[in-house]
């Protein structure tokens, strides 16, 4: 029984290399996503100065759950890919949350200046 509980404890040691090893194909995922946030979030604060408002601790503090989530769905995303075979399930996520942010950073920038960063984009697209 004493050498079971060894082999346990041996093995316990190892399980933070073994979930880095398995989240790390998505890491790049994460990583942008996590990058779009911020994007965000910079221009959120913008914002908010350009109207008046105040920006205190407990709203940018918002963003560290917000992270968290993500990365939580990213690494289900990429479980999920794994167990059912399913190989754009990572990347219909990562491109689907950094859709969601990126819509929030075009609202950002609309409220901070009165247009869209895709607006100009999307006028050329319809002009072709």
Do not use: C
């Amino acid at each position: 029984m004493k050498n079971v509980i060894e082999k346990i404890k041996e093995a316990a040691i190892h399980l933070p290399e073994l979930f880095l090893v398995f989240i790390s194909p998505a890491a790049t995922q994460i990583g942008i996503v996590f990058l779009a946030i911020l994007a965000d979030t910079s221009t959120a604060i913008w914002a908010a100065k350009k109207k008046g408002e105040t920006v205190n601790t407990r709203k940018a503090a918002a963003v560290i759950p917000k992270m968290i989530v993500y990365a939580i769905l990213i690494i289900l995303a990429h479980a999920i890919g794994l167990l059912f075979e399913i190989k754009q399930a990572l990347t219909l996520i990562a491109v689907a949350l950094l859709a969601m942010e990126l819509m929030s950073v075009d609202e950002n920038f609309k409220k901070a200046t009165g247009r869209g960063i895709f607006k100009p984009i999307i006028d050329l697209i319809k002009r072709k």
